[in-house]
């Protein structure tokens, strides 16, 4: 038996990759939902994607700290252990679409199976759920507005499949 490297297509073909995106809030926006499930459409070539919405607690009569706390809890409660964690964070590491695609090649190397991405509302994640991630990922120094971030994420994961099977479309 000849063993060989297995590339990134031939492992997504055998070992599919489930993208799960936690994004508290909403999209509200038709703009914002038709963006979105166009990436998510184009996606389900690579992974299985699903959103998983939590409720946005700002504004509420609550603090935003308070609000970011109660949105920690529904959070976690969605984070697997087995997952690898991204949490978008301003503080976190920028990267071309590349390198972030780099990065995913690795995880699918190493075995990883699920891919959970968690993006906050307008106060932002909780340290608690910031302390969870395996990857904290800027896509900026700019601030965007959760609604956005969800579409740009999308967008990014499009790309970055795109880049590991050699696709036109990162051009």
């Known amino acids: 038996m000849s063993w ?5 297509h031939e492992l997504m073909a055998f070992y599919p990759i489930q993208i799960q995106i936690i994004a508290v809030g909403k999209l509200r926006q038709s703009l914002w939902q038709a963006a979105a ?40 409660t969605r984070l697997q252990p087995q997952a690898w964690k991204v949490v978008l964070d301003k503080n976190g590491k920028k990267f071309s679409s ?6 995913i090649k690795e995880e699918i190397e190493n075995g990883r199976r699920v891919c959970q991405f968690v993006i906050g509302g307008p106060a932002g994640l909780a340290p608690s759920v910031i302390k969870e991630a395996n990857l904290r990922l800027s896509f900026s120094e700019m601030t965007f507005p959760h ?16 880049i590991l099977r050699s696709e036109k479309y990162h051009r």
């Not at 060989?4 to 990134?8: A, F, M, V």
Request: charged content about 40%.
């Open 98 to 103: 590349e390198e972030f695609a780099a990065i």
């Open 37 to 76: 499930q166009e990436y998510i459409d184009r996606l389900q070539r690579y992974a299985t994607v699903e959103i998983r919405e939590v409720k946005d607690s700002l504004g509420r009569g609550k603090s935003e700290k308070e609000a970011m706390e109660e949105e920690a809890r529904e959070i976690s």
């Open 147 to 162: 609604e956005m971030a969800r579409v740009v994420l999308l967008e990014q994961l499009y790309r970055a499949f795109t």
């Open 4 to 8: 060989h490297k297995i590339e990134t």
